[in-house]
Every structure is written in C-alpha cells, then in structure tokens.
C-alpha cells in the first residue's frame, strides 16, 4: 500500500498518541469537576480541554493531507 509509508505511519502514531491524551485530558476533567465545584478549578479544567481539542484538531489535519 503506497498510502501507508513509514512516513505516513509516523503521522498515524502521532494522531493516536493525541487521541490517547485528548481523552486522558478529558476525563481529567471531569474528575476535576467531579472532585471540586470551584470556579477555578472548572475554568482550569475547561482551558485543559480547548487545548486539547485544539491539539486534536490540527494533528488530524496533517494526517488528512497524507491521504
């Protein structure tokens, strides 16, 4: 398969690693807004997630433009 080089791979690695922690950072998240119902500690957990999202969105990106 000529879509799948080593390079390619290495995209697919990287996406599944940001995957890995986007849901890591999620459900910190949560557990962080579980554990306390502080307006700093929801806001810090909100930032944590955007960014994460964020990261997310622009390592799909790249791997798209591979395919």
Known sequence: MDWLDESNFKEFVKLFIYLVFYFMVKYL???LRWLGSERDVQLMSDK?????KYLLIRSSEHILEFL
Do not use: D, N, Y
């Open 29 to 31: 998240c949560m557990l």
């Open 48 to 52: 944590f997630l955007i960014q994460s």
